[in-house]
């Protein structure tokens, strides 16, 4: 069975200090791997998915990820932490045999505070 | 670009009282999803639909039940409401590749409905 394990439940950053948010999977099959930030008071936004390509995947406001396989992990990464950035974060896989569901298995989530 | 629209966004409700809260989308998508979102837990499944005229039990499915009204909208019904059952739920939707054995389509969540039940 796949699942996601997300590596600490919070984590706190200064601005402008580098941000490391970790996720690994287990996944009988190479997997597609999500990553979502969910601001307060609104739903979940897509920053970057990996599906096939490219191990280093560019996402939205200057995040990154990079799938290695190895490691089964997807970690994701800014060079320098703003503000704005807080928020929680969760690391999705897609399910094996979710061409006809699309389903999808989230981490628990990472809040991740910026400290001025 | 309305999306996920979901209402309403707040309620309150007495233990006993049946509610149902409605989603729509306006992408054409396949698949339609129910979570429920509580603290610690992160996105828990309750039901899914991955087509018109078709639903399936999530993780969490007890104490709900749902109707694919047609392509666009997904509702979900609390027919006894439960302290329980005090959460935020969010409604997402997705393309479906219908090919190999993992879809790479990103879901599209709504901004939530905040329910509580004293």
């Known amino acids: 069975a796949q699942s996601v394990t997300q590596l600490g439940s919070h984590v706190s950053v200064s601005e402008g200090a580098l941000v490391l948010l970790r996720c690994n999977y287990s996944s009988s099959v190479p997997p597609y791997l999500f990553w979502y930030v969910q601001y307060p008071n609104q739903g979940l936004q897509l920053l970057l998915k990996y599906t096939t390509g490219a191990t280093l995947v560019k996402g939205i406001n200057g995040f990154e990820a990079e799938f290695k396989k190895s490691e089964t992990s997807f970690h994701l990464t800014k060079p320098s932490a703003h503000m704005s950035d807080a928020a929680e974060y969760f690391c999705a896989v897609s399910n094996f045999g979710s061409s006809n569901t699309g389903k999808l298995i989230f981490g628990q989530g990472t809040t991740l505070q910026v400290k001025p | 670009n309305a999306g996920v629209t979901q209402t309403p966004k707040f309620q309150v409700l007495k233990t006993g009282q049946s509610m149902t809260l409605q989603c729509a989308q306006d992408?054409?998508?396949?698949?339609m999803y129910w979570y429920r979102q509580d603290p610690g837990m992160g996105l828990r499944l309750i039901y899914y639909?991955?087509?018109?005229?078709?639903?399936d039990k999530g993780e969490v499915p007890n104490g709900y039940n749902v109707s694919r009204l047609n392509k666009r909208e997904f509702s979900l019904r609390l027919e006894s409401a439960a302290p329980s059952q005090t959460s935020v739920y969010f409604c997402a939707s997705s393309d479906t590749p219908g090919q190999g054995f993992l879809s790479n389509q990103p879901q599209h969540f709504g901004d939530g409905t905040r329910l509580s039940i004293l």
């Open positions: 639909s991955a087509s018109e005229g078709t639903t």
């Open positions: 992408m054409n998508h396949n698949s």
